[in-house]
């Protein structure tokens, strides 16, 4: 069974700074897929960031990018220029790959860290 | 399309009473999952349907609990005899099957809280 472990309740961090945000993980799997997940308060889940595991380059959305290393198993997320919008819990989530058609493609999940950005 | 929408989003209950919860996923979105998030934790997988057929289920689903997906569009999850250990919030999501064993992104609904009294 896949572990994803997020030390880090909480964390506090000025507007326009940059934060990283920590996560690691404990699989058997060669292939699988790592997620960073945004809750903001009360709103659904959105996904931010993908990472294929068979993927050396580290993804980057804007300006959400990954520290992505395999044989740490260690993915932390990185926000630069943070913005008030970016307040929320953030959740580490794996997934392994389909077996077949009818496999669940089910989410694992940390337990979270609640980001606060402030003036 | 307005994404994936759950009803209701708040629901308070005592003990012992049954609770049904309804999830509609994006439309032509074939796979549905239901999670279940308690407080301080990350979500948990509870149950998968591809289309109308529910593929997988977690331990965590007890036998108080019964999903269905009827004709493989809306989704209801049902609660017996609730617990008080049954509050948390219950999240659904849905994704689009293109091809097997492809990679397809989950999509998210805001959840139903279920407060048992």
């Known amino acids: 069974a896949q572990t994803v472990t997020q030390s880090q309740p909480e964390m506090s961090v000025q507007e326009a700074e940059t934060v990283t945000l920590s996560c690691t993980y404990d699989?058997?799997?060669?292939?699988?897929?790592l997620f960073w997940y945004k809750q903001p308060p009360s709103r659904q889940m959105i996904l931010v960031i993908r990472?294929?595991?068979?993927?050396?380059q580290n993804a980057t959305e804007n300006r959400f990018s990954v520290n992505f290393q395999k044989a740490a198993k260690s993915f932390s997320l990185k926000i630069s220029d943070s913005q008030l919008g970016d307040t929320a819990m953030y959740f580490c989530?794996?997934?392994?790959?389909?077996?077949?058609?009818?496999?669940?493609?089910?989410?694992?999940f940390g337990t979270g860290t609640r980001l606060q950005v402030t003036l | 399309d307005t994404g994936v929408s759950q009803n209701p989003r708040h629901k308070i209950t005592k003990r012992g009473q049954n609770v049904t919860f309804r999830c509609d996923p994006i439309s032509e979105h074939n796979r549905l999952y239901w999670y279940r998030q308690t407080l301080g934790q990350g979500p948990e997988f509870l149950t998968y349907?591809?289309?109308?057929?529910?593929?997988?289920k977690s331990r965590l689903l007890s036998d108080r609990f019964s999903a269905e997906r009827p004709k493989g569009s809306f989704s209801t999850l049902e609660i017996q005899r609730t617990e008080q250990g049954d509050s948390a919030m219950y999240l659904c999501?849905?994704?689009?099957?293109?091809?097997?064993?492809?990679?397809?992104?989950?999509?998210f609904g805001p959840g139903t809280r279920l407060t048992v009294l």
């Open positions: 989530a794996f997934m392994k790959p389909p077996t077949g058609p009818g496999t669940a493609s089910k989410l694992t």
């Open positions: 990472q294929e595991a068979y993927k050396q």
């Open positions: 699989t058997s799997e060669s292939n699988y897929y």
């Open positions: 999501a849905s994704s689009l099957l293109v091809a097997a064993r492809s990679y397809n992104e989950q999509f």
């Open positions: 349907f591809q289309n109308e057929a529910q593929l997988e």
